[in-house]
C-alpha cells in the first residue's frame, strides 16, 4: 500500500510544479506569472517532500521534511510578494484581460503625494 501512496503523492506534485512551469511560460504578465509559480510550485514542492517523508518514515527524514516545507511555506509567498512588488514599482505594464496596461501611479503610506517614478 505505501509505493501506491508514495507514488502516487510523487506524481500528484510533478503534476503541481508541470503546472506552475506551463503557468510561467503561459501567462501574459509577471503577476499572474508569479501567481502560478508561488502557489503551485510551493503545493508541488510540498506534495512531492510528503512523498518522500512517507517512503522513508524515519524520524529524522520526517523532520527534515516537516523543515523543508515550513521553510518552503514561509519564503515561497515573500518572494513572490517582492516580485511583484518589484515588477510594480519599475512600472511593469498589466493584464486587464484584453490588453496590457500601465500600472496605477504609485502613492505615499499616508496616500497624499505620489511617489517618484524608477527611472
Not at 509577471?30 to 522513508?56: D, E, N, P, Y
Not at 498589466?94 to 496590457?100: E, K, L, Q, S
Not at 502613492?107 to 517618484?116: H, I, N, T, Y
Request: charged letters at 15%.
Amino acid at each position: 500500500m505505501t509505493p501506491w501512496i508514495v507514488g502516487t503523492l510523487i506524481l500528484l506534485g510533478g503534476f503541481f510544479a508541470f503546472v506552475a512551469g506551463l503557468g510561467v511560460l503561459r501567462l501574459p504578465d509577471v503577476f499572474t506569472r508569479m501567481h502560478a509559480s508561488t502557489k503551485a510550485g510551493t503545493l508541488g514542492s510540498a506534495v512531492i517532500l510528503a512523498g518522500v517523508a512517507v517512503q522513508f518514515g524515519t524520524l529524522a527524514v520526517v523532520s527534515k521534511v516537516l523543515l523543508a516545507i515550513l521553510f518552503i511555506l514561509l519564503t515561497a509567498p515573500i518572494a513572490g510578494h517582492m516580485i511583484g512588488r518589484a515588477a510594480q514599482r519599475t512600472g511593469v505594464p498589466m493584464w486587464d484581460g484584453r490588453r496590457m496596461v500601465d500600472p496605477p501611479p504609485l502613492v505615499s503610506r499616508e496616500g497624499d503625494a505620489p511617489l517618484e517614478e524608477a527611472p
